[in-house]
């Protein structure tokens, strides 16, 4: 038997991050595009990984259930990495907030009854999340500590209540880090930690879909304006998750990570300040 990796959204960030620590275990990709889980094994197993493609749909409970059970096979669940999703030009509202809100709750939650003791899991959110003012703290708890199949009748998140898909977006990801932040305390009472981590813009398929989307200059103007002056590669999102990954972090849970060349200290204080 192995230590196995679960990593949903067979990306360029999932796979800069697998390929960090998923040496010597057995890693199940799990993809809504078969396809996309396919390719990316085919790369990783010829470059040395012992990795198995599914189709999985994060917004769907049973879906995840088989990845989980899938991984069980071959033995323990000892890591988790989430980098599926899906960003405000490539989805409508309905969409984003299933996948990358409840998707992403609902899979802290599952393989948090299941992860191994010291166990260890990252899940991608985004400096999204960092760009709206304050929620309330009762908006915060709810977005928090609501039942997965009661979030999305929260009323913070009705229709009437997001404007467009970004906001949808920026709703999702803030729901990411609360979720995380009540998710690894019962992670804890495993001996298990799960942090986040928040990018800004990352070069990927998703971040070129932005840049030719409607909002394309904006996003253009973002890592051209921001501290970095550029935008960030995958691997450079995998240089923390590789540290929240290991035993070096055994003192962080319950934590957000922004790695944005300074875009949000320049939304709030700088030069993109709207
Ligand atoms: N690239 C960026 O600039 C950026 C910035 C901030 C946050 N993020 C986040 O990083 C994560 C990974 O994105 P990426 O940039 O590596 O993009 P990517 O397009 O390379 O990978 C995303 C993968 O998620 C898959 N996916 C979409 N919906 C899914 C679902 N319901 N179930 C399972 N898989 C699904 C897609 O098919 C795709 O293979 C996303 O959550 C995204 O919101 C990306």
Not at 41 to 65: H, L, Q, V, Y
Not at 106 to 118: F, Q
Not at 184 to 206: M, Y
Request: aromatic content about 6%.
């Amino acid at each position: 038997m192995k230590d196995v990796v679960l990593w949903t959204g067979a990306g360029q960030i999932g796979m800069a991050i697998a390929r960090r620590i998923g040496f010597g275990k057995k890693i199940i990709v799990g993809d809504k595009k078969f396809d996309n889980a396919k390719s990316i094994a085919k790369i990783m197993t010829e470059a040395g990984f012992d990795i198995e493609p599914i189709e999985c749909d994060i917004s769907n409970r049973k879906s995840i259930i088989n990845l989980i059970k899938a991984g069980q096979k071959y033995g323990e669940i000892a890591t988790l990495i989430n980098a599926a999703g899906v960003s405000p030009s490539q989805a409508t509202i309905e969409v984003i907030l299933k996948v990358d809100l409840y998707g992403t709750a609902v899979l802290l939650e599952e393989v948090g009854k299941v992860i191994k003791r010291g166990g260890r899991g990252v899940t991608i959110s985004s400096q999204s999340g960092y760009r709206m003012p304050a929620l309330t703290p009762e908006v915060d708890e709810q977005l928090a500590c609501t039942p997965t199949e009661e979030l999305l009748k929260l009323d913070v998140l009705q229709p009437k209540n997001i404007k467009d898909t970004l906001h949808a977006y920026q709703m999702a990801k803030r729901c990411n880090v609360k979720r995380v932040m009540a998710e690894a305390v019962k992670w804890g009472e495993r001996g298990a930690r799960i942090n986040s981590i928040s990018p800004g813009i990352i070069v990927t398929p998703l971040a070129i879909d932005e840049f030719n989307g409607i909002r394309g200059d904006f996003y253009k103007n973002m890592f051209a304006k921001c501290p970095a002056g550029r935008p960030g590669t995958a691997d450079e999102v995998a240089n923390i998750a590789e540290l929240l990954l290991t035993e070096k972090a055994d003192f962080i849970s319950g934590s957000d990570f922004l790695i944005d060349g300074g875009a949000t200290a320049s939304y709030y204080y700088g030069p993109l300040k709207p």
